[in-house]
């Protein structure tokens, strides 16, 4: 099926359901998802923060575009647990 829009310039975000709303110090981003620019996919976070202007409550919105090259480093690494057959139990 052939496509009828271009994904270029266009991204999505998604409410990412991992993140704890109940812990205030959890990092986590509150949106995920992705954004092609010049044919590369990119991995988006968002997070929702709150600020002042002019004594009145507001929230914005503070994003983070990582490259698939960037990807890699933040994958888990898993690492092979050694045979040691020197522990006394």
């Known amino acids: 099926m052939n496509k009828q829009y271009d994904d270029e310039k266009r991204g ?18 509150n949106f995920t998802g992705n ?11 968002a997070w929702t923060r709150p600020y002042q202007k ?3 409550d507001r929230k914005l919105i503070s ?6 090259d960037d990807m890699e ?4 690494v898993e690492t092979p647990l050694e045979d040691n057959n020197d522990i006394p139990w």
């Open 12 to 29: 999505v975000l998604f409410v990412n359901s991992k993140k704890n709303r109940n812990d205030p110090n959890d990092k986590q981003p």
């Open 54 to 56: 002019d004594g009145e």
């Open 73 to 76: 480093k933040f994958k888990k």
């Open 63 to 68: 994003i983070s575009a990582t490259h698939p």
């Open 35 to 45: 954004i092609q620019i010049n044919g590369v996919k990119y991995s988006l976070s």
